[in-house]
């Protein structure tokens, strides 16, 4: 692995030869994959599956995000040459033009990902999402030949959808109109952005969009819903399934904000890289739209569901606590994916249990420094320890 990190303004160069495994159909594009973010959750499965079908990558993180270090080291170890690694922030400009030369497709990830932090520092919050995408666009503008570009923005861009007439019985809300209820909510609901981070997710949703019709760049929207599966460091601000898991294996009590009845489809990472993958395949027809993908209606359930699934598989009681409804929560999202499907013929494949099986071993795996997050202390030391860790695993690879 090529390495460039900006740590007290040294940086680093690190090669090491490893095998790769031509198994996946993603990926084979010629050039570079950037990725932004590309050490968080999302961008490590994209990462690593690209990597395992003898593809180059470039990751461009500045490592904000706790675990992302974590990740780092693991596609390293695994991965060796095949992939680069930017120690950068998407909000300098001239970074990202010399991390978009000879790209050959561009996925932007990198972002504030939790409403929470955005109502405590909007500014910031703005900056990177909305800051950041507009930077990068521009970086892709100025090339001879823009590569494809996906943008990750969120189901918060439609607001509360307060609109939405629901029932509710004693686990879960649903809509009172039989259409909303079979296919769920589609891309012809009026944008509506809540909180800061809706409001600098979906100023960059309109960006890309605007990019792709004013000069033309063949960029693409998800508007995801809620996405889990492995490396998923969740927390109780974002990625609350991985979160809800990680605090069920520790013992520790749950958070619920609200009465729990509030629903969502998920989505597992698998059945995204396969969207991303079709989404650029077929840019010609997608370039220029923006699509919501989720698990759908058949994916959906609430976070009191969840939580018995959970316990089942367990087969141990979870401790539950309940507070105060957060800012902006929507009562029900369940995404309208027909749009996507309609093009590209796309469906997820990976049901709830099976992916929420899938995240549980792969968290049950990892190593007990890694595990714990109820503890500020640990939680200092294993963001320290992750760090050390991807250090030596890059050591390791240059001797290698
Ligand atoms: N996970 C979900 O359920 C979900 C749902 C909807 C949208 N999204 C979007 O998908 C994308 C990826 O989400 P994720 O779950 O992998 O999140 P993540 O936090 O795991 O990954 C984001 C990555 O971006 C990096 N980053 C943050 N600020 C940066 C900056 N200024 N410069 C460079 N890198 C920076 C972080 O270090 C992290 O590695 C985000 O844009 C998020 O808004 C995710």
Not at 185 to 193: A, H, K, M, S, V
Not at 221 to 233: K, L
């Amino acid at each position: 692995m090529r390495m460039h990190r900006r740590r007290n303004g040294n940086h680093k160069t690190i090669s090491a030869v490893r095998e790769t495994s031509k198994r996946f159909r993603l990926g084979n594009w010629k050039g570079q994959v950037l990725i932004t973010g590309g050490a968080g959750f999302i961008g490590a499965n994209l990462a690593d599956k690209l990597l395992s079908a003898g593809q180059k990558v470039l990751l461009f993180d500045n490592l904000s995000r706790r675990g992302s270090e974590t990740n780092l080291s693991w596609l390293a170890a695994k991965h060796g040459s095949l992939l680069e690694f930017e120690d950068e922030d998407v909000r300098d400009f001239q970074r990202l033009k010399r991390a978009v030369h000879g790209a050959s497709v561009v996925f932007h990830l990198a972002a504030q990902v939790a409403v929470t932090a955005s109502l405590v520092d909007p500014r910031h919050d703005f900056e990177v999402n909305a800051g950041g995408t507009l930077q990068l666009l521009e970086a892709i503008r100025e090339l001879p030949e823009p590569p494809p570009l996906l943008f990750t923005s969120t189901n918060k861009v439609y607001g509360t959808l307060a609109d939405l007439d629901l029932r509710c019985n004693h686990l879960r809300y649903a809509p009172a109109n039989g259409k909303a209820l079979a296919n769920g909510i589609n891309e012809q609901r009026n944008l509506d952005f809540h909180s800061p981070y809706g409001c600098s997710k979906g100023a960059a949703d309109q960006y890309i969009l605007d990019y792709a019709r004013t000069f033309r760049l063949p960029a693409v929207v998800f508007r995801m819903s809620c996405i889990y599966g492995p490396h998923q460091n969740g927390t109780e601000d974002q990625g609350w399934v991985a979160h809800f898991l990680i605090r069920a294996t520790e013992g520790a009590s749950i958070q619920i904000y609200g009465d729990g009845k509030q629903v969502r489809d998920l989505l597992y990472v698998e059945d995204l890289l396969n969207a991303f993958d079709l989404a650029i395949r077929n840019v010609d027809r997608t370039a220029g739209n923006a699509f919501n993908i989720g698990g759908g209606p058949q994916n959906a359930l609430s976070l009191l569901e969840l939580l018995e699934l959970i316990r089942r598989m367990r087969a141990d009681p979870c401790r539950v606590e309940f507070n105060e409804w957060r800012h902006a929560d929507q009562r029900y999202y369940v995404s309208d994916t027909r749009k996507f499907q309609s093009i590209t013929g796309w469906t997820p494949r990976v049901r709830v249990p099976q992916g929420l099986e899938a995240l549980h071993g792969w968290l049950s795996r990892r190593p007990v420094s890694q595990r714990s997050e109820t503890d500020a202390v640990l939680a200092v030391r294993t963001a320290t320890d992750a760090r050390s860790m991807a250090d030596s695993a890059l050591a390791n690879a240059r001797l290698i």
